[in-house]
């Protein structure tokens, strides 16, 4: 049975919940703000038209916290909630739904939240938690994947996958695989578009501290694997190509010294070489070659692939691996720094024959989120999407598109109007394409930060810049959020 949810809206809701009047954290105000419902909508107003070629579900997670937080609340705390609108015969229909995780429908039954904050503290009077070392909420609030049929919600800090429904975002259940899920899933899981397994890692605070697995298409553990790293590690994210995986382990994380007293103080270790552990899809632990490159640290990847020889990887190389508090925000001064997030586009390469690292930067723009046509994931690929972050405010926005050409060099551009954000972006083929990597379209939730309009935007991928063919007008507000997912309509019967 779903656990208690605030009672569905069908019309245009931006209320926040109550609690927050008394809360001052930028992260919980304003464009960032959770609503207090869940909404349903048909037919929506459109300005333009929508392609007649475009069918499917754009899905977006992201956090939205229900109730006042326990303790100092970061971003990353917020309970997950997926929008979803759906693209059929020229019509679209909006959904948001929350991702009810089993500790969402705990605190739910409770009426309060019962965890800690990312930001807080083990509390020893809490029930049993998630994440690497079992005490945070498993919000489901970050990452979507498309895996045999259905969409699963993934959490940063590794939990348990939640199974949506692509056309509605509603939650059906825990995914374990029959049980075989002996440990948890993070963030940035890995679909392979012409096998249809699934590849992920999880991290964790006691040995093994890695671990690897592959799921295949019909829903069978084929692979658990332990992966030696020399200590608790926090990778965010893992590539893949069309016969290995990508595993990460790199110097930022908590210290050493103080993790055994429960204190979560992330460190950059700017002496220790970044580590890359290539692993035949199948392999064991006895297989993982390791390749070193400099200190750094990834977010995301854009894709990797198989170069003869090399092993390609391009994605997004943060800049300020561990950045300085500003003045003046008080005690959630470390937080807003770490997410004002810079980062820049770079490529790695290692040999499998030599055991060489080349690398280099890409662009010198600040540029996240990265998407690709998934059709060519784990394949060479020559596009990439990414959105634009102004470093010139005081929290994490998108104000724009990039799109990348890396056989050529060459880049387009979108800015959305001033006071206008935008979310993650991913790539939807067109029915019937021509077979290009970008003959599709790019879509989008767009909020404005004055008054609370949402709008979905689609946008042609071959000319980015010149804005959207069409705008979706929302029925309620979408608060920023995390990463997102194009579900096909002919994965749902549509076309």
Known sequence: MNAPVPESNNGMERDAPSWLANIDNAYLRGLYAPVAHETTANELKVIGEIPADLCGAYMRNGPN?????????????????????????????????????????????????????????????????????????????????????????????????????????????????????????????KTDPVT??????????????????????????????????PGPRLPH???????????????????????????????????????????????????????????????????????????????????EPCPPSKPGQGMYSRMMAFLLLKARFHRWKFNLKT?????????????????????????????????????????MVFDGLIKFDTRTGSSQSLKFKDGWYGSESPFAPRLNSNGDEDDGYLITFITNEVDGQSECHIIDAKDIQAGPVARVILPARVPPGFHSTWVPGTEMGWA
């Open 65 to 189: 916290q229900v109730y006042a937080p326990k303790s100092k609340h970061h971003w990353f705390d917020g309970d997950g909630m997926v929008h979803t609108i759906a693209f059929k015969d020229g019509k679209a229909s909006y959904r948001s739904r929350f991702v009810q995780t089993a500790h969402f429908k705990a605190n739910a039954a409770r009426g309060e939240e019962q965890w800690p904050g990312y930001m807080g503290h083990p509390d020893p009077n809490a029930p049993p938690g998630a994440g690497s070392d079992g005490w945070l909420k498993d919000s489901g609030n970050t990452d979507l994947i498309l895996h045999n049929g259905e969409v699963l919600a993934l959490w940063y800090q590794a939990g348990v996958p939640i199974r949506l429904d692509p056309a509605t975002g509603d939650t059906l259940g825990e995914q374990t695989w029959g049980g075989a899920l002996t440990r948890q899933v993070s963030a940035h899981a």
């Open 355 to 395: 055991g060489e690292t080349r690398e280099e930067w890409l662009d010198d723009r600040n540029a996240e989120f990265p998407t690709v046509n998934m059709d060519v994931a784990g394949r060479k690929s020559r596009y990439s999407y990414h959105v634009s972050i102004p470093t010139n405010r005081e929290t």
């Open 237 to 319: 994210d893992m590539a893949m190509t069309e016969n290995y995986a990508i595993l990460h382990d790199l110097p930022l994380f908590w210290d050493p010294e103080l993790l055994p007293r429960g204190i979560h103080k992330v460190t950059f270790y700017p002496d220790m070489p970044s580590r890359f552990g290539v692993i035949p899809k199948y392999g064991n632990e006895g297989d993982v070659r390791w390749f070193e490159a400099e200190p750094c640290y990834i977010y995301h990847v854009t894709n990797a692939w198989e170069e003869g020889d090399w092993i390609v990887m391009e994605g997004c190389r943060v800049t």
């Open 196 to 229: 249809g397994e699934l590849f992920f890692f999880d991290y964790n605070t006691k040995p093994p501290y890695m671990t690897y697995h592959v799921v295949s298409r019909e829903g069978q553990m084929i692979r658990n694997v332990p992966i030696d790293v």
